[in-house]
């Protein structure tokens, strides 16, 4: 077939049919997903005159596709299966739902902080376009290892992974899998057949070390003031001394907030995990965050995000002032390592996230035990039982005396100095 031919369908645009990544692609809406639709890869198209055009047929399926989508849109016909019967796929939205019925018995909801982080979702967008059609008692191990014998490319699973992102997601991904089977299994999918993942070792990557001492931290502080990054600066503040993780943070309010005598305290449900922590701020840290809400030029209301960006005023060439906005993830991030370039130069790449295994160094060296450091981070850094969640609720004189470990720690960091090389 020659190329003008492959074109002869016309060169009118199809509805849901892009070229990305230098591959036509079907991508079809939120409406359609529940469905059945998917988002598909086709051929690399046409080349006419300098121009790429889907193929005759690439343009043909697209076109079923939505003459079918308009059938369900008008109820001429009902959804077709999004998956196989007896496919990954199928096991997968049915585990999903599973998981949700789960959490609704409990009385807890997934919030949309929750919702991207999980693990589920992110290691199922590898997992789809593997195994998502594909009857699990055929799936064997070499699914997740093959190399291409002549290019020596990646064709498994982990190959891809690691090759794309890095170690630690090939970790995340199998992680999923294996509790993905263990489900798979439970709801007779899997025959009887073992899961094929367990031929290969799942190691986890090296952990992250990197730590801020009490002075960097400071100093960062100071410089984001400096610079007009106040609610930056406020942020750090109270990262440090509560311990607490950047979307915590990002999500504080006046309303959670409660004072003594040694400061400010916010109580909250931590994003990740949903169980009751207090944050905990020292005097210093408690004034930093009273002079930046003072500072700011409305009030705010007790249910609304405290730490904003800095906004900005009209410029020479005119335009509208922006306001301070409550930080997304995205922002505080980049204000961040705006930030701490100025401070610390470009070679830096520590992150705000390491200011919460900060803390955990100091309460360690001052002797605090990793039962109350755990309760302090309200996560299960001792162990995770059923009796330890429930004897050892978070309460504020626990969290207050792994601030005075912390200080012990950090008096005795500041005395283990190096010495002179020679």
């Not at 990262?239 to 003594?260: E, N, V, Y």
């Not at 991030?333 to 705000?352: H, K, N, P, S, Y």
Request: glycine share 8%; proline share 5%; net charge positive.
């Amino acid at each position: 077939m020659t190329a003008s031919s492959e074109c002869d369908m016309g060169k009118d645009k199809i509805r849901h049919l892009i070229f990305m990544g230098r591959r036509w692609r079907y991508k079809p809406s939120k409406d359609m997903k529940p469905h059945g639709f998917r988002f598909t890869t086709l051929s690399a198209g046409v080349v006419i005159a300098g121009k790429n055009y889907p193929s005759a047929q690439d343009k043909t399926r697209a076109i079923g596709w939505n003459a079918e989508w308009d059938q369900i849109r008008c109820g001429e016909t009902t959804s077709r299966p999004r998956w196989p019967t007896g496919s990954v796929g199928e096991a997968y939205d049915r585990a999903l739902r599973l998981r949700a019925a789960t959490r609704v018995t409990k009385g807890q909801r997934q919030t949309k902080d929750q919702e991207s982080r999980d693990d589920w979702l992110r290691a199922w967008k590898w997992l789809e376009p593997v195994f998502g059609d594909v009857d699990p008692a055929t799936i064997e191990t070499e699914h997740f290892l093959r190399l291409e014998p002549v290019s020596g490319l990646a064709k498994g699973l982990i190959p891809k992974i690691e090759a794309a992102v890095s170690a630690t997601e090939r970790h995340r991904v199998i992680k999923v899998w294996r509790a993905l089977w263990v489900r798979m299994e439970a709801m007779g999918y899997t025959h009887g057949k073992k899961d094929p993942s367990l031929a290969i070792a799942n190691s986890t990557a090296p952990p992250r070390q990197a730590v801020w001492t009490e002075g960097e931290v400071v100093r960062l502080c100071k410089r984001a003031w400096r610079m007009g990054y106040k609610g930056l600066a406020a942020c750090m503040a109270t990262a440090w001394d509560s311990q607490l993780s950047p979307i915590d943070l990002r999500s504080l309010t006046t309303g959670q907030r409660s004072d003594d005598l040694q400061g400010a305290i916010f109580a909250l449900a931590r994003a990740k995990t949903n169980r009751a922590a207090a944050g905990s701020l020292g005097k210093r840290a408690t004034y930093l965050l009273d002079a930046y809400i003072a500072s700011l030029p409305f009030e705010l209301m007790p249910n609304a995000p405290i730490f904003r960006t800095r906004g900005s005023a009209t410029t020479a060439k005119g335009g509208k002032p922006q306001q301070p906005a409550p930080y997304t993830k995205n922002k505080l991030g980049f204000d961040f390592r705006v930030v701490r370039t100025a401070e610390f130069g470009l070679l830096e790449t520590r992150q705000l996230a390491d200011m919460r295994r900060s803390g955990t160094v100091e309460a360690t060296a001052g002797g605090a035990s990793a039962q109350a450091i755990s309760t302090k981070m309200a996560n299960t850094l001792a162990t995770s039982t059923r009796l330890q969640q429930t004897y050892n609720p978070v309460n504020v004189v626990t969290v207050r005396d792994v601030d005075s470990h912390r200080r012990e720690g950090r008096a005795k960091l500041r005395k283990n100095k190096p010495g002179r090389k020679v």
